[in-house]
């Protein structure tokens, strides 16, 4: 089915004979296979016609749209846009317009998608794979079948769809090397080489770089022998931290309040091997009493930008009890991180930790993520760990707040151009809950139906539902497909008013299988004691 396009661009006017299927904007929520035309539920059109067809490959060779006429036209729209895209934006500045594709399929690459969707200068957005509730939302155009692992087949999506910037949003196809080869291709992409990825693919490189560059971070040794790991234990005495080295998707550390269950741990990843490879070598670190809170910041290799703090809650149970998990809940701002502690965390771990990386001869380029402890006995802070990507849940918190144009803050990372970037906040604060799948962080079961989710989502203002583990039945409804399944998010004039707003919506969610906890914000906020059916 053939549509009309007509548009007036100072003394130009044209009309365009397109493909109804391939009018896609960037505001459509799509799922989509290699190949294959989007499938997209009925929205309206953006009022940018470069946004119109941006689904339109650049080697169109179905023979359908292969006739001279057609091409024709094809070619005097790609002028016409690029005469279009030169002198307009929403703001009235010219600025570079850029097709974006997140890599990933949680929680995390829900917030970031959507807020590329909000981004002035962002004529697309692909995630893949993405899941149904990212599709369904409207926030991006999911590729499903994309293998994120396999560089190669990345590139050459990039190509054929004109994606200008991949943002990588979990770890593992960073260490895997994809933005190295994305480089390679002429391809921005934000987030670490391989290399740099190291920070987090490898804890004892981290705290050999914070030994050489003096970073504070908790005392350590590394050990692979077991019975070596354990004299160590027994010397030092409990509580104390055992972590396999490497990714154990957020799973490979533990707390251990006896020294009985520092040994099971040792047992664990050094004997059993229940990490594999990630846990070949443990790290025995001194524990740390304090607050824990979380603090990011924009590098492009030589500068460093921070974005405004947050703090999750690791713990499965209420008052931080029971074992840690991915993350349970978030908020931003984090009252424990004042203006001056935030100075301080850049000077002595962020900007340290970039210039330490640089002379390394592995520039980092990404979002640095700083699990930080401040101590109780000084109130400083000192790192615990890096993660070299956005956190999850945290990113969903910062993304619902942030009010800059993120494609173009991103652009400027992957151009050394950090240093002429500020970011822009709304005011007051936000909150995510996670709804989890009942036995997370230790066996679940999959499939159980969630219901009212579109009903949760109005039951207050500000509410956003970020997907991180869900698919469709059969029947077309939402089911689980993971530990951490939903996240929750609110924005309000203040804590209070955003965790208020989020819980009313957990409420308002019907799902047997899930569970979440009752108290996120409890240590910036006294708990509301009301009873609640989670």
């Known amino acids: 089915m053939m549509g009309l396009c007509t548009c007036k661009i100072g003394v130009f006017r044209f009309s365009l004979e397109i493909p109804t299927m391939a009018c896609i904007s960037h505001s459509f929520g799509a799922s989509m296979k290699l190949n294959q035309p989007p499938v997209t539920s009925q929205r309206q059109f953006s009022n940018k016609i470069s946004q119109l067809f941006f689904l339109q490959p650049r080697n169109w060779t179905s023979p359908k749209f292969c006739d001279s006429r057609n091409f024709r036209r094809l070619n005097r729209y790609r002028s016409y846009t690029t ?22 399929g949680g929680g995390r690459e829900h917030s970031l998608c959507y807020a590329l969707k909000r981004s002035h200068s962002c004529d697309a ?15 991006a155009t999911c590729i499903e079948d994309l293998d994120i692992f396999d560089s190669s087949a990345v590139i050459a999506f990039c190509h054929k769809w004109g994606v200008g910037l991949v943002v990588v949003g979990p770890e593992a196809p960073l260490v895997a090397g994809l933005t190295n080869d994305l480089l390679k291709a002429g391809i921005h992409a934000f987030g670490p080489s391989s290399e740099a990825a190291a920070l987090e693919g490898s804890k004892n490189f981290m705290k050999s770089l914070c030994d050489k560059y003096g970073i504070p971070t908790a005392k350590y040794e590394t050990f692979t022998d077991p019975s070596a790991a354990k004299k160590y234990i027994k010397e030092q005495g409990a509580p104390i931290v055992v972590k396999a080295d490497g990714l154990a998707a957020g799973k490979g550390v533990i707390v251990a309040m006896t020294l009985q269950e520092a040994f ?15 846990g070949s070598c443990i790290i025995v670190e001194e524990f740390l009493e304090g607050e824990e809170a979380s603090f990011f910041a924009f590098v492009d290799g030589e500068n460093a930008l921070p974005l405004e703090s947050a703090q999750d809650h690791k713990r499965v ?5 029971g074992p840690n998990t991915g993350g349970m809940g978030a908020y931003s701002p ?5 203006q001056e502690l935030q100075s301080l965390v850049m000077s002595s771990i962020i900007l340290p930790t970039v210039r330490g990386m640089s002379k390394e001869g592995c520039k980092f380029v ?15 802070p000192k790192l615990i760990e890096y993660n070299v990507r956005f956190g999850d849940p945290e990113c969903q918190v910062l993304m619902v707040r942030l009010e800059s144009d993120l494609a173009q803050v991103l652009l400027a990372a992957c151009r050394g151009e950090l240093n002429s970037v500020s970011l822009d906040w709304a005011p007051g604060s936000a909150m995510v809950v996670v709804m989890a799948s009942n036995g997370y962080p230790g066996s679940y079961a999959k499939g159980s139906k969630i219901q009212n989710l579109e009903e949760s989502e109005v039951s207050a203002p500000c509410v956003k539902i970020f997907h991180a583990g869900t698919a469709l039945d059969a029947d077309g409804n939402y089911i689980a497909t993971g530990g951490r399944v939903l996240g929750i ?20 969610i019907k799902w047997d299988g899930g569970f979440c906890r009752n108290d996120i914000g409890w240590r910036a906020l006294p708990l509301k004691q009301e009873s609640s059916k989670w």
């Open 489 to 508: 998010t609110a924005k309000g004039k203040d804590l209070e008013e955003a965790r208020d707003r989020a819980y009313r919506a957990v409420e308002e």
């Open 264 to 278: 099971e741990a040792v047992d664990s990843i050094l004997v059993e091997g229940s990490f594999g490879k990630a």
């Open 334 to 338: 984090a009252p424990v991180l004042t």
């Open 125 to 139: 957005v692909f995630c893949a794979p993405g899941n149904a509730g990212i599709s369904n939302s409207g926030d």
């Open 366 to 380: 990404g979002v640095l993520y700083a699990g930080l402890m401040i101590e109780k006995k000084s109130g400083l």
């Open 83 to 104: 005469i279009f895209n030169s002198v307009s934006s929403d703001n009235g500045v010219s600025e570079e317009r850029v097709s974006v594709l997140v890599i990933g």
């Open 317 to 321: 149970g209420d008052g931080d009890t």
